[in-house]
């Protein structure tokens, strides 16, 4: 709804303080623009599945297996 008697008398644009005016698209004749591209909304997780080229789990069996390694050799000793 325009309310800003320069915008409906000239339209905003004709305005001398259009330029740096923070209401034109509250008072004003302008239309609120949507900064996000629409094709840009679907919120998409990627998630990296591997690491150094092996997965998560590779790394987690790895991991259990040196541990399971240093128990044994501290069980030898």
Known sequence: MTICPIALAV?????????FCPLTTVLGDQEEKDEIEPSNKVWKENFPTEWGGSTADEHLDKMDELEKNKNEEAEKK
Do not use: I, L, N, V
Request: proline share 11%; glycine share 12%.
């Open 11 to 19: 339209g905003c644009k004709k305005c001398p303080t259009f330029k």
